[in-house]
Each structure stands twice: as structure tokens, then as C-alpha cells.
């Protein structure tokens, strides 16, 4: 059973709603997506200046002149006949502003082409939501009661009594300590922690009315496949949570939120351990002068924010771990990196 990745659209005066995108296509369509692929590389290129070629026989501008031949490969490659070759890399990155001003009003999430009137109008909206905020917790292990699940009822608590409650709590997997596993677990003792975590929710009145709660399985979760992007976690194990929480959504792996104009991207996946396990060289530590609209990645990894390309990308940590959780506020786009003490 083929997964979809979900887009919600998040208003705090309207109802959140997800609309997923099937991937069942026919079979013109894979040609389709490389030749989409091979139109935006080159689109991209063709705005560096290192890569622009001089016109007539003038000479070349202080960024030089080079050659490029675009490769679209899958799998391995083998490269005969080919002599001089300088570097095989990918496109440069590009600031994330100068690529929405070449397509100024296009919705990402499907809408078309928005009026700049509705543009401004979703900006001025989104100025004024000052009292919105976004909680986001990784590595919530319903089956450690006594240390996470205590932990999460303290941070709800501190919300349940704040002036303004959060928008939206963002929960994401593994929901278990272990990799689950039916060999080893009972799908039964999993909706029965998420019932324990229905009524912990469902206890704290304003939350419960006022904030929406969004469920992202983990790498390690129960579900069909772990092919990217994953089911959402399986109906039979939240049923009961349901009951408790009717502004529960679950979502799959990763999935999209859209907050009047910005685009913010939840995934969550231990890639930082994928990347280093095969490692030859020592991974750099010094922090890029670039500037990583908005990724979330969960990972086990410590908690950090920081800018890339004008993307603004931060990890939550792992609550189970450390207790560590990311407050973000959109007015503002600030991230606020927050921890319980041990």
C-alpha cells in the first residue's frame, strides 16, 4: 500500500484540514518527472553567473565562464570516454527568497496562483498572529511512564496555565522505546499507551479546546512500510486516543503545515547517524555563514537551530533522552530551544 505526504493548512481562527496527495500514477508520468527535474537544473544554473556563457565575443565578467553537463542518474553509473572533467557535484545552492521572487504567488500546497492581493493579505494576518506558538517534542516513548510520560504531563501543565495556550503541539515517533517489532510487541499494549496519552491530553481542558495536536509516526514506529514518506500510524492504535482528543490529526512522515504564508516542512529521521555511520573524514564543526521557509527535523541527535539558504531548520532532540523540546513562535519565526530538568 503505497503512502502519501500530507499538507495541512494551519489558521488558528479556522479549522486545520489535510489534503493528501496520492502517488499512484500512470506510466508516462516517471518521464515526465525527469525531464520536470532536468528543467529546473537547468533553470537554476542558468541564474548563476559562473555559468553564464559571454555574449558575442565580449570578454568574460569577473565570475569567469565555466561548462556544465547535467547528469540524471539512478543507481550506479559508469562514465566511458569522457576526459576532461573538472568536478561532478550538485547545482549551488540558491537563497530561498531569490527563488520565491521568480515565482511570485505560486501556492506550493496545490491552491494555483495567488493574487498579490491575497498574498498581502495572509502576510498581514500572519504579522498580527502574535500569540501563536508551536510546541515540538521528539522521541515520545509512551511505554517509560514514570520518566517520559511524567515529563510530557509536566510540560503540559506549564501550557494548560499559560495566559495564551500553544496553537499546536507536534508530537513526533518513535513512540516506543524499542523498534517495534511484532515479534516483540503487542499492538495492543501500543493503543493502550496511546489511550493513557489520550486522557493525559484530554485532562488539561484548555488544551484540549484550544490546541490542535499533530501525531508523526518515527522511523521506528508500527506502520506497513518504512518507505519515505510513511503512513501515518495506524487507526487501530489510535482509536481511543481519538475519543479523548477530536483535534487529534496524524499525519505521515514527513508531512507539511502551512501558516498563512509560511511553508514548514516535519520530518522526522535519524539522518545525522545515517550520514556520519560511513563517514571517511571527521565531520566539520564550524557553523556555515549561509543562510538553512521552515524544516523541522527530528532527530536523536542534540537540539539545535540554526539558518541555511533562508530556511530557518532546528531539531528538537530527543524528549525521551534529555527532555529537550523547541517552542517556535511564526510571528516572529523565532525558535525557542527549551529542556525540563533530568
Same mark, same amino acid.
Given at each position: 500500500?503505497?503512502?502519501?505526504?500530507?499538507?495541512?493548512?494551519?489558521?488558528?481562527?479556522?479549522?486545520?484540514?489535510?489534503?493528501?496527495?496520492?502517488?499512484?500514477?500512470?506510466?508516462?508520468?516517471?518521464?515526465?518527472?525527469?525531464?520536470?527535474?532536468?528543467?529546473?537544473?537547468?533553470?537554476?544554473? %542558468?541564474?548563476?553567473?559562473?555559468?553564464?556563457? #559571454?555574449?558575442?565575443?565580449? &570578454?568574460?565578467?569577473?565570475?569567469?565562464?565555466?561548462?556544465?553537463?547535467?547528469?540524471?542518474?539512478?543507481?550506479?553509473?559508469?562514465?566511458?570516454?569522457?576526459?576532461?572533467?573538472?568536478? =561532478?557535484?550538485?547545482? #549551488?545552492?540558491?537563497?530561498?527568497?531569490?527563488?520565491?521572487?521568480?515565482?511570485?504567488?505560486?501556492?506550493?500546497?496545490?491552491?494555483?496562483?495567488?493574487?498579490?492581493?491575497?498574498?498581502?493579505?495572509?502576510? &498581514?494576518?500572519?504579522?498580527?498572529?502574535?500569540?501563536?506558538?508551536?510546541?515540538?517534542?521528539?522521541?515520545?516513548?509512551?511505554?517509560?511512564?514514570?520518566?517520559?510520560?511524567?515529563?510530557?504531563?509536566?510540560?503540559?501543565?506549564?501550557?494548560?496555565?499559560?495566559?495564551?495556550?500553544? @496553537?499546536? =503541539?507536534?508530537?513526533?515517533?518513535?513512540?516506543?522505546?524499542?523498534?517495534?517489532? +511484532?515479534?516483540?510487541?503487542?499492538?495492543? @499494549?501500543?493503543?493502550?499507551?496511546?489511550?493513557?496519552?489520550?486522557?493525559?491530553?484530554?485532562?488539561?481542558?484548555?488544551?484540549?479546546?484550544? @490546541?490542535?495536536?499533530?501525531?508523526?509516526?518515527?522511523?521506528?514506529?508500527?506502520?506497513?512500510?518504512?518507505?519515505?514518506?510513511?503512513?501515518?500510524?495506524?487507526?487501530?492504535?489510535?482509536?481511543? +486516543?481519538?475519543?479523548?482528543?477530536?483535534?487529534?490529526?496524524?499525519?505521515?512522515?514527513?508531512?507539511?503545515?502551512?501558516?498563512?504564508?509560511?511553508?514548514?516542512?516535519?520530518?522526522?529521521?535519524?539522518?545525522?547517524?545515517?550520514?556520519?555511520?560511513?563517514?571517511?573524514?571527521?565531520?566539520?564543526?564550524?557553523?556555515?555563514?549561509?543562510?538553512?521557509?521552515?524544516?523541522?527535523?527530528?532527530?536523536? %541527535?542534540?537540539?539545535?537551530?540554526?539558518?541555511?539558504?533562508?530556511?530557518?531548520?532546528?531539531?528538537?532532540?530527543? =524528549?525521551?533522552?534529555?527532555?529537550?523540546?523547541?517552542?517556535?513562535?511564526?510571528?516572529?519565526?523565532?525558535?525557542?530551544?527549551?529542556?525540563?530538568?533530568?
Amino acid at each position: 500500500m503505497p503512502s502519501t505526504l500530507q499538507s495541512f493548512t494551519m489558521i488558528p481562527s479556522e479549522r486545520c484540514f489535510a489534503r493528501r496527495l496520492s502517488i499512484r500514477s500512470d506510466a508516462p508520468a516517471k518521464a515526465w518527472l525527469y525531464r520536470h527535474r532536468f528543467c529546473l537544473l537547468s533553470q537554476r544554473l %542558468s541564474r548563476i553567473p559562473q555559468f553564464s556563457r #559571454p555574449s558575442f565575443n565580449s &570578454e568574460l565578467s569577473e565570475f569567469g565562464s565555466c561548462e556544465n553537463t547535467i547528469v540524471l542518474a539512478q543507481g550506479e553509473m559508469q562514465l566511458d570516454g569522457i576526459f576532461q572533467v573538472q568536478t =561532478f557535484g550538485f547545482p #549551488p545552492l540558491e537563497d530561498r527568497e531569490k527563488s520565491a521572487s521568480l515565482f511570485t504567488g505560486l501556492d506550493y500546497f496545490g491552491g494555483g496562483i495567488l493574487a498579490k492581493e491575497d498574498t498581502l493579505r495572509l502576510a &498581514e494576518m500572519e504579522s498580527r498572529a502574535v500569540n501563536d506558538m508551536f510546541v515540538i517534542l521528539s522521541d515520545v516513548w509512551l511505554d517509560h511512564e514514570e520518566k517520559t510520560m511524567a515529563k510530557l504531563e509536566t510540560v503540559l501543565d506549564g501550557y494548560e496555565d499559560v495566559e495564551v495556550v500553544p @496553537s499546536l =503541539f507536534v508530537l513526533m515517533g518513535n513512540f516506543c522505546s524499542c523498534p517495534f517489532n +511484532l515479534a516483540c510487541n503487542s499492538l495492543s @499494549s501500543l493503543r493502550s499507551d496511546f489511550a493513557k496519552l489520550g486522557k493525559m491530553i484530554g485532562n488539561h481542558q484548555r488544551l484540549k479546546e484550544n @490546541s490542535r495536536f499533530l501525531f508523526i509516526p518515527g522511523p521506528d514506529d508500527a506502520g506497513p512500510s518504512t518507505v519515505l514518506p510513511r503512513c501515518a500510524l495506524p487507526k487501530f492504535i489510535t482509536e481511543e +486516543l481519538r475519543k479523548h482528543i477530536p483535534n487529534a490529526i496524524f499525519a505521515s512522515n514527513p508531512c507539511r503545515v502551512k501558516f498563512y504564508t509560511q511553508e514548514i516542512v516535519f520530518f522526522r529521521q535519524d539522518l545525522l547517524y545515517r550520514m556520519r555511520k560511513s563517514c571517511l573524514i571527521p565531520c566539520s564543526t564550524e557553523e556555515t555563514s549561509d543562510y538553512f521557509e521552515h524544516i523541522v527535523l527530528g532527530d536523536k %541527535s542534540e537540539q539545535k537551530a540554526f539558518k541555511y539558504t533562508g530556511i530557518t531548520c532546528f531539531n528538537p532532540g530527543s =524528549f525521551s533522552n534529555d527532555f529537550t523540546f523547541v517552542v517556535y513562535r511564526p510571528c516572529n519565526q523565532e525558535v525557542e530551544l527549551s529542556a525540563l530538568e533530568s
